[in-house]
């Protein structure tokens, strides 16, 4: 947005000056002490006028890229608007100074030696037309005659070589006119007086003729042009300086946004992934796979085969509840005992556990050992009944 109104502010200010001639054709005079602003086809400000218009064109291309920037939040835009910025930033800070601090790096000098020289030469003189229009305009628009006096024109090129009437002491723009509201009335002055205007005698001409130095007054309008252009070009620099910062803090906040984006989608990514294989642990497609894979092992013990490293990372190995299976003693252990024993195994071990059991008589007495065993399957129980009964008959019978 700012950098918008400044583009805008910029090319109505180009407009503006391009369409007034006047200033223009003034600014003429402030470049007639260099060679290579004199010999322009066009006065200084005429130039200015389209640079300043080619510069709000630029920062209008720049406040598109912007947007287009800000919209895509891509670091090309941003930077192609970055370095647009700053070389307008650049390009006015550099004008600025040199127009503020070295007027003569751009030709500008208004050296009243040099400026009468300038007069005495360029005035009147063929191939010299846009200055000598550009003096008849200041000695109309401002009231004076010459540089510093109206006798430069006695020892001018256009009073030596007759460019003007014989009988002129001075050009008739010196004259007081009859027309000063006229905007063309200085490619047609109409004095008042135009004997006593031309008159030698001071007396004369005093009231006829205009005596005022045009140096002075050209330094003033100078000064006033220089304060508007300096304070319209700080504004646009404080502008875009501003813009300027805006964009640094808007590629760090895209940076950061874009690294936080990229962590969530990660870390949602990874959560997604552990989620899936935490679900898929017990489903029967695990199964199927290790089936398929030809691993019954996997499926009897549960050790994952041929799974990927991320199942394996969640995978819990459980531990090896057969590795006490061929224990022959009878010293069973509570933690390792499985309720899911197949009933071969219990008849096995109940078979093993009855002929380790050792009953005798020591003494005069009887001695009766009772096992209670308690076996989850029927047919052990079975087994254990027909097992006890004929050591009770030989018992009866002793």
């Known amino acids: 947005m700012g950098v918008t109104l400044c583009g805008t502010s910029l090319i109505v200010s180009g407009f503006y000056l391009f369409s007034d001639s006047k200033r223009i054709l003034l600014s003429r005079l402030l470049a007639a002490t260099s060679d290579h602003l004199n010999d322009l086809p066009q006065p200084l400000f005429y130039y200015i006028s389209i640079g300043l218009a080619v510069a709000g064109l630029m920062a209008i291309l720049a406040a598109m890229s912007g947007f287009w920037a800000a919209c895509l939040s891509t670091y090309c835009c941003l930077s192609f608007y970055f370095l647009t910025v700053v070389i307008l930033l650049l390009a006015e800070s550099v004008i600025c100074l040199a127009v503020s601090l070295w007027p003569h790096c751009l030709g500008i000098s208004l050296d009243e030696t040099k400026m009468v020289k300038a007069l005495q030469g360029n005035y009147g003189v063929s191939g010299k037309e846009q200055f000598t229009v550009a003096m008849d305009l200041a000695q109309t628009t401002f009231g004076c005659c010459g540089m510093n006096s109206d006798i430069n024109y006695d020892t001018s090129m256009w009073k030596m070589q007759s460019y003007g009437q014989r009988e002129w002491l001075i050009p008739l723009s010196c004259c007081v006119l009859q027309n000063p509201l006229d905007n063309l009335a200085y490619l047609d002055p109409k004095p008042v007086n135009e004997t006593m205007c031309q008159s030698v ?43 300027l910062l805006s964009i640094i803090l808007a590629c760090t906040r895209v940076s950061s946004k874009q690294m936080k984006m990229n962590n969530f989608l990660e870390m949602r990514a990874r959560a997604k992934s552990r989620q899936m294989l935490v679900e898929n642990i017990y489903e029967p497609e695990v199964e199927l796979r290790a089936c398929m894979n030809g691993d019954s092992r996997s499926i009897i ?44 195994d219990i008849s096995t071990l109940g078979n093993t556990v009855i002929n380790k059991v050792v009953i005798g008589a020591m003494g005069r007495r009887k001695s009766i050992c009772k096992t209670y065993l308690a076996f989850p399957s029927s047919s052990s129980s079975k087994l254990f009944k027909k097992t006890r009964s004929p050591w009770r008959s030989n018992n009866s019978k002793a």
């Open 201 to 243: 005698q001071k007396q004369d001409y005093t009231q006829y003729r205009f005596t005022a130095p045009c140096l002075d007054y050209l330094d003033n309008w100078y000064r006033e042009q220089f304060g508007t252009f300096l304070a319209g070009s700080l504004i646009v620099a404080v502008v875009e300086f501003c813009v």
């Open 301 to 344: 013990h549960g050790v994952p085969s041929d799974l990927s490293e991320d199942f394996k990372e969640v995978y819990i190995q459980p531990r090896d509840l057969y590795k006490h299976r061929f224990n022959t003693t009878f010293k069973p252990i509570s933690r390792e005992y499985n309720v899911g024993y197949a009933s071969r």
